[in-house]
């Protein structure tokens, strides 16, 4: 049988919106924090297994085990979208591990090979775009979703998300679910076909802010240095005192940028600078190192810690000293703040949550009686 859709397909996607939708008519799905993946299923092809990253590229090579399960899941002509996830266990059961899973693209063979026994990765599927000879793409999310729900209830091996038309249980979900990992809340028009490339859908993510030192900058590519500024280097201090680089600010409007590089020349230091000499010998967390993502440092400029800049993130990665998963918002300068007291224990952390009780729909927090 030949597969209605072929790759590269192009995922649908969402638009960001503050709060949890209210409109009748919508389903709600936890957002896994993980690769986006289509999987094309045609177990007489030649090629029985395609995994399409959001860019259309194959990541069959670096997932074997996910070929394995599926393979042996997926009896039928199908293609899914979803989320590749690796999960890690702790104290209160498992939880999504998104450094696990960023090693997971590695060039060596034997790398993939070892890494896919001991951080097996997971294809956690949330729609179904075509089944057997049928292309589903026109049909209701609520069609697809029940044929979803079918074909899992048929392979025991296939993990699909949960989901919800209560908004209330859409609510405790957002509050809760977080704690296994997670980033938020999808929400789909029950009534809504699936549109390639598009931003049909909503996702509402959680954001915090916190007060940060700004401890150096990066010049913007393409312009002279010194004229203008590309980011900013944020840090915040452990119980220690010891000053960690945690992210970086930046997506400033041309103009600002250019303010931003007259306003901050008095501070250009190296002097004494809590991350470079012998301080960056101790174990903290560094700006700029080489990784497997790139092969040289990157360029920045230390400035003298002593501006507080106030930003909005959503998450945070790492053992500690942990560190911004994504590239934080500016929000406002805060001259009021001590740098010193930029610290570590102003983050967020939500309660732990186990991921299998995310994938049954249970919400059960660690803390949920208080």
């Not at 599926?70 to 002509?77: E, K, N, S, V, Y």
């Not at 702790?90 to 993939?112: C, N, Y």
């Not at 990765?121 to 075509?130: G, P, V």
């Not at 049928?134 to 079918?150: Q, V």
């Amino acid at each position: 049988m030949t597969l209605p859709l072929h790759p590269p397909v192009k995922p649908m996607l969402a638009s960001p919106v503050d709060g949890v939708p209210e409109r009748a008519g919508l389903f709600f799905e936890p957002k896994w924090d993980g690769f986006r993946c289509l999987v094309f299923a045609d177990p007489g092809a030649a090629e029985p297994l395609f995994l399409q990253s959001r860019t259309g590229k194959s990541l069959n090579r670096y997932f074997p085990e996910v070929l394995a399960d599926l393979g042996r899941a997926l009896t039928r002509p199908a293609v899914l979208d979803g989320e590749l996830v690796v999960t890690r266990q702790d104290e209160h059961g498992d939880r999504l591990d998104w450094d696990a899973l960023t090693e997971r693209i590695h060039p060596a063979a034997s790398r993939v090979k070892l890494l896919a026994e001991r951080t097996p990765a997971t294809f956690i599927a949330f729609d179904l775009l075509a089944l057997d000879d049928r292309d589903l793409c026109g049909e209701p999310f609520s069609t697809r979703r029940e044929l979803l729900s079918g074909l899992e209830s048929d392979h025991s091996g296939l993990r699909t998300t949960p989901a919800t038309q209560d908004h209330a249980l859409a609510g405790e979900w957002f509050r809760v679910f977080e704690g296994a990992g997670l980033d938020g809340l999808i929400a789909k028009d029950a009534d809504g076909r699936y549109e390639p490339g598009k931003r049909t859908m909503l996702k509402v993510k959680h954001a915090r802010t916190a007060d940060c030192v700004v401890a150096g900058l990066r010049w913007h590519a393409n312009t002279e240095p010194g004229t203008a500024v590309g980011s900013l280097l944020l840090g915040l201090h452990d119980d220690r005192s010891v000053l960690h680089h945690v992210g970086v600010v930046g997506a400033f409007p041309a103009a600002r940028r250019r303010e931003l590089a007259t306003s901050l020349a008095p501070l250009l230091s190296a002097e004494d600078h809590p991350w470079l000499g012998p301080h960056a010998e101790d174990g903290r967390r560094l700006p700029g190192g080489v990784t497997r993502w790139r092969s040289g440092e990157l360029v920045w400029e230390p400035l003298r810690p002593e501006k507080v800049v106030e930003v909005a993130y959503d998450h945070t990665e790492g053992a500690m000293p942990s560190r911004f998963r994504h590239t934080t918002q500016f929000v406002r300068w805060r001259p009021d703040r001590d740098p010193e007291s930029c610290r570590y224990d102003q983050l967020e952390e939500p309660a732990r949550y186990d991921l299998d009780s995310v994938l049954s729909g249970t919400v059960r927090a660690q803390d949920a009686g208080t």
